[in-house]
């Protein structure tokens, strides 16, 4: 599989921490230190889901190689939906009138979009489609209660969209070389820790440790089982994106894995947690930056639990 185009949108209005300070208490020094936040982006009170998801698509489009008509697979990823029966992925397909796509959207926490390049691969493996568009899409602030301090201060919205062909369609292309996901809802609190119960509350964290302790164990060793499954090790990386939902669970990773400050691609102090579209957004901030034969590995991890990781060369 190849990655032929990748794009990403973030909302203009930014939230600094110290709006928080009036809601729950919370100083900018406290929520830097526990978190690495200093600020994160909201949507507009027009934008939601689908609207940042379509922002993200014209993107991508501008530097497609091929027609966005051709695309005969389209899989949203969201935890934040804007609407649960006409999806992220149809809606998208209704906006730039995608003919005949199959459209699908799904979610497993902040590891769903990791989960959408599996199931492109299902597809292509299947020969059911040869085209396919991801859209990673999260409006957390459109769920999130401010005055929550356990994790009112934690969320940020964003989109990111990714064009994928079985095929590799010009040298530009990125190629997937693996993607492995595993669901992990029988470790530890994972039905309780991370919630979001539409009829009852926005989101909640109320086992934060429980989600600390586990999101380093299962992102260190989605990294290291995808690496040693294609037979490279860490020293073979160029460049690591992990999910970004605390700085001290990327630190911990870096640490034991010992990875370098240069090579560990951060965006959370801007953005906060951007949910499952965090990987691609970072992974579309520093495009420019990777090397024709650099190796980059993705490494997330989501409330519920789940767990993944994606294997990828320039």
Known sequence: MYINSISYYIPEQIVPNSYFEDKNGLSDEWITKRTGIKERRIASPNGNTNTMAVDAVKKAVKIL?????????????TYTPFDTVAGLAHSVQN?????????????????????????????????????????ASEHNTAYTNENDEQSGHLWGDGASAVFISK???????????????EGLGNVGKASEAVCLRPLNGGIKMPYGKDVFINANNYMISALTDILEKNNFSVNDLDYVIPHQANIRIIEHIKEELNISEEKALVNIDKLGNTGCASTPIAFSQNQNKFQKGDLIGI?????GYSSGAILLKK
């Open 299 to 303: 490494t997330v991890f989501g409330g």
């Open 95 to 135: 906006h730039f009138n995608i003919n005949k796509a199959k459209a699908v959207t799904i979610t497993s926490a902040c590891s769903s979009f990791v989960n959408a390049v599996e199931i492109v691969q299902g597809y292509f493996a299947m020969n059911k489609a040869e085209k396919a568009l991801v859209i």
């Open 65 to 77: 190689p091929y027609s966005i008509s051709d695309i005969d697979l389209i899989v949203g990823a």
């Open 167 to 181: 095929n590799k369609t010009s040298d530009n292309d990125i190629e997937i070389i693996d993607v492995i996901t």
